[in-house]
């Protein structure tokens, strides 16, 4: 007989995200994504000064910091044809792939990791076998072991754990799963684990200078309509000079190194501890990207230029699991349902058109349960040509792989021999937690290729970092309509606006975690992650008082809540809301 | 700092203090002092009638006490971005590792604990049936019956109001916590409010900003840990170590104000030689946080530095009263001279002389029910079309009295 699961707040992801599952035998027959959080960011921005809103739909989102903001200022200039120097772009797009490898590297250690790594088990390990298992590791990775892992650092967070567990005050490790025989790393594996988590916090605190450095401070830093506000001049003293410059190279150089020779051992290792998880959480074949991390475009990905590396992965869609066909990407098959969502209206519409309106029709909270009524969450379902489609990291590296990006598919190729899984296995919980360490990978070499470009262009006198033709709406045209791509960390981000008479007519955002998280669409297709829940009805859920099985594929999307939800109203009507 | 924040390795705060060295005296005088953060006898932290050391006896005191464990957390995020968590983790003083693993007990927070579902509301039921210092990002959305932020079921509210029951200190932390921030900009759809318009028996410090600086942000809880009380509070309840100056007052680049030295437009020569921002839109005229003193992300930078004007998000309702971002602040005159600068002090900010005596006079611990009780305060506007901004008339702002508990010592020489 069916059992009803709830778990919620599902936690280590940025939001309020609610799964509720139907099991049966220790399978889930029956999921329900349900964001619970609605704040109606692109209703208040209506009638706003388009060259502010960036600051605003910047806090959609404060994991994703930046890259709402630079979706913004890019469809903003699309608009209204304003053209940023090519340092400016240069200088967004150190920010993107900065803030990228920065989050895909908290997501595995701080978000994900602790789905496979006991902590308590760290305290079985020893510390030179945990150097030797360390070792290992990232020899069959290929590199060297990281300056890091020495026996005395591993002593010393083994020492911090017994003090946390004798304590008997587990501070944020309460309540965890621990000893659930599903946690299957040996002992030293754990204990590494556990010291690169507290390793990857500096690394996060470090790296991010990179984007300070630009924006002046981190979460949330600043852009401007027209490029960028920081002066880049070499030979002055209160712009960004040779002295960041150097400081840059350094944090660059660094993340290099943490991203090669700890985050891609450590994952190629747990990932390999867990191989069943490539048979665990699939979802929808169908992929989706407008090229690699960080390709930005204003405008159409089709025919906008782009100074965003990898400029040889073209905007595409992959069908039906079939790797071997990169489909052209057209942007006027994007349409977004509101069937499973708390929004009137029954036809599925384009973003550029998106009309939505608030009805909510669920229980007044304190409630048990949402999913008996066709409409459970605050999130809407983005489908492409009526299709489901994931995006984010897998979708990116599936489309460079079809694409043959030649770094891609070495890093993919190595990793598919040696787990001895077929390409479309990629497709799965371990799959995704993989595509992004290859793509953090590629991303943080890239990250290089980017920052040489931008000092080749300041040893060439090119300092310019505003376009000022386009600054006063008095050189606007009365109406103006825009849009723009990003490829960020969780996906695929696309801003939508509509300018009359200078202020903001129409804003809408169509962003990765709604097109993973989104519900059933008119036609009563579930969205990826109830997909990669019940697809199939083989994924497992050993225990529903400790439904980590359900996390560890949960998190394998990196959700993000906040971004998913947003509304407009582009009517000025009334919002209303039924509360049964 | 008045003991070893990172020393706590032994279960107990006795043992933990043996061990760092502590006698028996020096035990004695400091259980005096967190007395207040450990609630005993039912006490609130700097309430005006903290635990009286007079009537309970040293040793009892020390007894129970030295038996206390690691300061129990519960840190919520409601209607937010995330962003002040993201910030906390950046923080270069007190880590997050410190403040997680050795300085507190964390028992809930979403978006680090292990534990969801049952797992993680058992984990907050637990922490919040006893005393607790109660951290909150995010704002409450009360429009509606609470349906636009649930967690597990309960509306924020809900949440909130039962981890606040037992807490012995509330930090608001975050724009969103302590004015509702984007989300409350009009038209304010979801009715989002801060902590203090929720929590009104109890006092709460407003850690102001979008999002605060790190430092700040684990520096406010470890200054409740460090002097045993809350930090003392300007007349918006956040603490004056980090929003008792105005940007311009500490802004590198003040002195091109003062010579009317002002960037016209971005990326022009006045730009190019770190001229003001004043011109183009910047809010550190009216704007009270260390951006400027304490930089952001290990020092790296900080907005106006990078080049931007201040967009004043340590203010009330920023997005509201200091849009459009690039518009000049009214009221001043092309020619920056002092006298004009502190016109804007006066007119805008809110007497910023008569501030520091107000700064001077606050105890450690403001009612938020005093704060906006306080009638006859002249609400001063930003901009023409924009709501007023309330702010306090320093004349008219009641002043509790000194609590005992508020008393701070320096310590430092004990723990060395």
């Known amino acids: ?580 | 700092m008045s003991y070893e924040l990172s020393g706590w390795t032994e279960p107990t705060l006795e043992e933990n203090l043996i061990r760092a060295g502590f006698d028996r005296r020096d035990f004695l005088k400091y259980c005096g002092e967190l007395a207040a953060v450990f609630a005993v006898g039912g006490a609130v932290i700097g309430s005006a009638t903290p635990a009286s050391a007079a009537s309970v006896p040293a040793e009892v005191i020390a007894e129970k006490l030295g038996a206390v464990k690691k300061p129990l957390v519960v840190w919520l995020q409601l209607q937010e971005c995330t962003g002040c968590m993201e910030s906390t983790l950046r923080s270069g003083g007190t880590t997050i590792e410190d403040a997680v693993l050795r300085l507190l007990s964390v028992e809930y927070n979403e978006l680090v604990m292990p534990a969801a579902g049952d797992a993680a509301n058992k984990a907050l039921d637990d922490a919040n049936a006893q005393p607790h210092l109660l951290v909150v990002n995010g704002s409450i959305p009360v429009k509606d019956g609470g349906i636009y932020c649930t967690i597990g079921g309960k509306s924020a509210e809900q949440v909130l109001r039962e981890s606040a029951k037992n807490a012995t200190g509330i930090l608001a932390v975050g724009a969103c916590a302590v004015w509702g921030s984007v989300q409350a900009s009009k038209p304010n759809p979801t009715g989002a409010v801060g902590v203090d318009a929720i929590i009104t028996d109890k006092p709460v410090v407003n850690v102001a900003g979008c999002p605060p600086i790190g430092e700040v942000i684990t520096a406010t809880v470890a200054y409740v840990l460090t002097h045993g009380a809350l930090p003392k509070l300007d007349a918006q309840g956040r603490p004056l170590f980090a929003y008792d100056q105005r940007i311009h007052d500490s802004c590198q680049r003040r002195a091109h104000f003062d010579a009317g030295q002002f960037v016209r437009s971005f990326d022009d020569d006045g730009a190019r030689n770190g001229w003001c921002l004043y011109e183009v839109g910047c809010k550190g005229p009216s704007t009270f946080a260390a951006c400027p003193i304490i930089k952001w992300n290990k020092g790296t930078s900080w907005p106006i530095q990078a080049g931007h004007p201040c967009l004043g998000c340590t203010e009330k309702n920023f997005f509201d009263n200091y849009t459009p971002f690039y518009q000049t602040l009214p009221n001043v005159g092309g020619f920056g001279v002092e006298s004009t600068a502190e016109a804007i002090g006066l007119g805008v900010v809110g007497i910023a002389a008569a501030g520091v005596a107000l700064h001077a006079g606050a105890t450690a611990v403001k009612q938020a029910a005093s704060r906006r009780a306080a009638e006859g305060n002249e609400p001063l506007q930003a901009f023409g079309d924009s709501e007023r901004v309330w702010l306090p008339n320093p004349k008219k702002v009641e002043v509790a009295p000194e609590a005992p508990a508020a008393e701070t010592t320096d310590d430092s020489e004990k723990a060395e």
Not at chain 1, 261 to 285: H, M, N, Q, R
Not at chain 1, 289 to 317: L, Q, R, Y
């Open chain 1, 1 to 580: 007989m069916a059992k009803r699961v709830v778990v919620d707040p599902i936690t280590r992801i940025e939001g309020h995200l609610r799964i509720e599952l139907e099991t049966e035998g220790g399978k889930i027959t029956k999921a329900w994504s349900e964001t619970t959080q609605f704040r109606g960011i692109e209703e208040i921005v209506q009638g706003r000064d388009p060259r502010d809103v960036w600051a605003f739909v910047q806090r959609i989102c404060g994991v994703c910091t930046s890259v709402h903001a630079i979706a913004s200022i890019s469809a903003v200039e699309n608009a209204i044809g304003s053209n940023p120097p090519p340092q400016a772009k240069a200088i967004r797009d150190l920010v993107v792939t900065a803030q990228e490898v920065q989050d895909h590297v908290i997501h595995f250690y701080h978000l994900h990791a602790l789905d496979w790594v006991d902590v308590t088990k760290a305290l079985e390990a020893d510390p030179a076998k945990t150097l030797a298992f360390a070792q290992a590791i990232a020899k069959s990775a290929g590199v060297t072991s990281w300056k890091g892992n020495t026996v005395e650092r591993f002593a010393e967070v083994k020492a911090t754990v017994k003090s946390i567990v004798d304590s008997g005050q587990l501070s944020v490790f309460t309540g965890g799963y621990w000893g659930h025989p599903a946690y299957k790393l040996p002992p030293e594996a754990n204990l590494m684990a556990v010291a690169h988590y507290l390793d990857a916090l500096e690394f996060q605190r470090s790296m991010i200078r990179i984007v300070t450095v630009f924006g002046g401070k981190n979460p949330h830093p600043n852009f401007l309509v027209g490029g960028m506000a920081c002066s880049i001049d070499p030979n002055k003293s209160e712009t960004v000079n040779q002295v960041q410059i150097d400081q840059i190279a350094d944090w660059i150089a660094e993340a290099d190194e943490f991203v090669h020779k700890v985050y891609l051992p450590d994952a190629l290792a747990i990932v390999g501890v867990y191989k069943e998880y490539f048979d665990i959480g699939t979802s929808a074949p169908n992929f989706l990207a407008v090229g690699m991390s960080g390709a930005t475009f204003a405008g159409d990905p089709n025919t906008a230029k782009s100074t965003s590396p990898h400029a040889e992965v073209k905007p595409g869609v992959i069908l039906d699991g079939d790797f071997t066909k990169v489909h052209p990407f057209d942007p006027a098959k994007i349409t977004e349902s509101v069937a499973s969502a708390w929004y009137e209206g029954d036809t599925p519409l384009h973003p550029a058109a998106g009309e939505t309106k608030v009805a909510y029709t669920g229980p007044k909270p304190p409630y048990k349960w949402l999913a008996d009524d066709d409409k459970y969450t605050w999130s809407k379902a983005p489908r492409y040509d009526g299709k489901v489609m994931q995006v984010g990291p897998l979708a990116r590296v599936i489309l460079a792989y079809a694409s043959g990006h030649k770094r891609t598919a070495e890093l993919v190729n190595v990793a598919i021999g040696m787990y001895g899984i077929k390409p479309a296995q990629l497709n799965s919980t371990a799959g995704r937690a993989l595509a992004r360490c290859v793509e953090a990978v590629t991303s943080v070499e890239t990250l290089g290729t980017i920052f040489n470009t931008f000092v080749e262009g300041l040893k060439k006198g090119d300092i310019d970092v505003f376009d000022s033709s386009k600054w006063e709406p008095a050189s606007w045209p009365a109406e103006a309509t825009g849009y723009s791509f990003v490829e960020v960390a969780r996906g695929n981000l696309s801003h939508w606006v509509k300018i009359k008479n200078g202020k903001v007519e129409h804003y809408q955002a169509v962003v990765p975690t709604t097109w993973l998280a989104g519900g059933r669409d008119k036609d009563g297709n579930p969205g990826p992650y109830e997909l990669s829940l019940a697809g199939n009805g083989q994924h497992p859920l050993a225990n529903p008082d400790q439904p980590i099985e359900v996390l560890r594929t949960i998190h394998s999307f990196d959700p993000c809540m906040s971004c998913a939800v947003h509304v407009l109203d582009p009517d000025g009507q009334e919002i209303q809301v039924v509360v049964s």
